[in-house]
């Protein structure tokens, strides 16, 4: 998996350097004078990676000239990526749209409309529909206030570089996307894995730590509730009559079947 993203979303190999630095390198570390088992584990990991990253170099070359051009500079009709510049007060809110936006929601059927993603930024700011924030999207991600709190003091170095390095990673790739590209709600994906593993890996710290007494069975409540609205918002992005992209206008007729279940 590490490998094959490089073709189509390559600063997403960030995580891959995260998950080989804090749960591979520690382990190597400790066993570093068994020189043969390391050089296999280091292997297996490097191995498909250098292999399809010298066939993404060598392909970018031969179609684009350059072997770190992925063709986004050639996007050139709505969006063109060459001189879109740098400033820090766009990723500001491409961030608070990528993670706090909330949804449209309202009383009818399809129920979701888009968020309208206005700023007075004073120059080129792409933005495009969205469904509300990855806190809204994915709600287990408010576990992550656990480490903002600085409850995660009493942990392990590895776990704590685990959880901060994805973490770090997400922004990282989130403001890339945001300068690089804009605010798209199909890029909220790239920084979402970071934050959505993270999260999970929380949760499951705060379940061993209270297991066996009333709190641990609150956060799993908790972690239940959390996916049930998380599958709620997904199914409502799906149904949703908002943009041109959207179940009305490719399959009407499922569109318009979804809503006899709801009229009353």
Same mark, same amino acid.
């Given at each position: ?18 998950? /080989? ?19 296999? =584990? ?8 250098? #292999?399809?990253?010298?066939? &993404?170099?060598?392909?970018? +070359? ?18 063109? $990526? ?5 400033? @820090? ?8 749209? /990528? #993670? /706090? ?6 009383? =009818? +059927?399809?129920? !979701?409309?888009?968020? =309208?993603?206005?700023?007075?930024? $004073? ?7 969205? +469904?509300?924030?990855?806190?809204? &999207? +994915? ?29 770090? &990673? ?22 979402? @894995?970071? @934050?959505?593993?993270?999260?999970? @890996?929380?949760?499951?710290?705060? &379940? ?6 009333? !709190? ?15 599958? #709620? ?13 959207? !179940? ?11 809503? =006899?279940?709801?009229?009353?």
């Amino acid at each position: 998996m590490v490998a094959a993203v490089m073709g189509c979303r390559p600063q997403m190999i960030l995580y891959g350097i995260v998950l /080989f630095a804090v749960l591979l390198l520690p382990d190597i570390w400790k066993n570093r004078k068994n020189w043969k088992q390391n050089g296999k =584990e280091i292997l297996a990991f490097c191995v498909p990676v250098l #292999i399809v990253g010298v066939a &993404v170099f060598w392909y970018n +070359y031969a179609r684009f000239g350059s072997g770190l051009s992925f063709g986004a500079s050639y996007s050139l009709t709505s969006n063109d $990526m060459n001189n879109r510049g740098f400033n @820090f007060s766009r990723i500001l809110y491409g961030l608070y749209a /990528f #993670i /706090f936006q909330p949804p449209v929601i309202n009383a =009818e +059927y399809p129920f !979701l409309q888009s968020a =309208e993603l206005e700023c007075s930024y $004073m120059g080129k700011h792409i933005c495009e529909f969205s +469904y509300g924030g990855m806190l809204w &999207v +994915y709600p287990l991600v408010i576990s992550l206030l656990y480490v903002a709190l600085g409850g995660w003091k009493k942990h392990t170095k590895q776990q704590k570089g685990f959880i901060g390095g994805l973490c770090a &990673v997400s922004f990282i790739v989130a403001a890339f996307d945001i300068t690089a590209a804009g605010i798209l709600q199909r890029y909220m994906c790239d920084m979402a @894995f970071g @934050f959505a593993l993270a999260a999970v @890996f929380v949760i499951m710290l705060l &379940v061993d730590k209270y297991s066996g007494s009333e !709190l641990s069975v609150w956060i799993v409540k908790g972690s239940y509730l959390c996916v049930c609205v998380g599958l #709620i918002i997904s199914f409502l992005t799906v149904i949703t009559s908002a943009d041109s992209i959207c !179940l009305q206008n490719y399959n009407p007729k499922l569109f318009y079947q979804i809503a =006899e279940y709801f009229k009353f």
